[in-house]
T-cell receptor
Framework: DQQVKQNSPSLSVQEGRISILNCDYT??????FLWYKKYPAEGPTFLIS?????DKNEDGRFTVFLNKSAKHLSLHIVPSQPGDSAVYFC????????????FGRGTSLIVHP | DSGVTQTPKHLITATGQRVTLRCSPR?????VYWYQQSLDQGLQFLIQ???????AKGNILERFSAQQFPDLHSELNLSSLELGDSALYFC?????????????FGPGTRLTVL
């Protein structure tokens, strides 16, 4: 049973437009959420996080939105650049637990020039 | 460069064999995690070690085992290999400071079982 779901395996966007990657979770104990980015032949790298006490966190072109009632979060990339082409993993964890996040299956983003 | 190193990069072996994957964490990180990524699957957590001791276990098969040595490097041992064990195996390390436990991942070892 997947506790963190990324229902879109892939997303294609034009350079300069907005990329929106979505993630849903089922475990109501999750109270922190992370996004990782992965290029081919490399390990995932941390991108941005958000705590359940917030509904938005911004870092440059990257913004994560959290809707706790819907158990949904999204990552917005504005404007998208070809270098953003990568696999994006959503992860969620419970601070009262082992602090080991549960990862989704990833969404492959392709940004076309 | 995350500071986490993994060897080897690629490993090709036969069913029934045993292999050892090695990981060196970032300098100063006491926690090491092992993950498996199979085709079209997310990162499946296998096991965590903290300062030499097992701290948490995930979906790790009994045929798999790990350890963390006094110098903090870790090894993941996979035995009686099956075709389905073919996957990318990632090691990650962290300071283990609690919430927002940012993990730094190595480049992975690609295991192919023929």
């Amino acid at each position: 049973d997947q506790q963190v779901k990324q229902n879109s395996p892939s997303l294609s966007v034009q350079e300069g437009r907005i990329s929106i990657l979505n993630c849903d979770y089922t475990n109501s104990m999750f109270d922190y959420f992370l996004w990782y980015k992965k290029y081919p032949a490399e390990g995932p790298t941390f991108l941005i996080s958000i705590s359940s006490i917030k509904d938005k966190n911004e870092d440059g072109r990257f913004t994560v939105f959290l809707n706790k009632s819907a158990k949904h979060l999204s990552l917005h990339i504005v404007p998208s650049q070809p270098g953003d082409s990568a696999v994006y993993f959503c992860a969620a964890g419970a601070s009262g637990g082992s602090y080991i996040p549960t990862f989704g299956r990833g969404t492959s983003l392709i940004v076309h020039p | 460069d995350s500071g986490v190193t993994q060897t080897p990069k690629h490993l090709i072996t036969a069913t029934g064999q045993r292999v050892t994957l090695r990981c060196s964490p970032r300098s100063g990180d006491l926690s090491v995690y092992w993950y498996q990524q199979s085709l079209d699957q997310g990162l499946q957590f296998l096991i965590q070690y903290y300062n030499g001791e097992e701290r948490a276990k995930g979906n790790i098969l009994e045929r798999f085992s790990a350890q963390q040595f006094p110098d903090l490097h870790s090894e993941l041992n996979l035995s009686s290999l099956e075709l389905g064990d073919s996957a990318l195996y990632f090691c990650a390390s962290s300071e283990d400071r609690g919430v927002y436990n940012e993990q730094f991942f190595g480049p992975g070892t690609r295991l192919t079982v023929l």
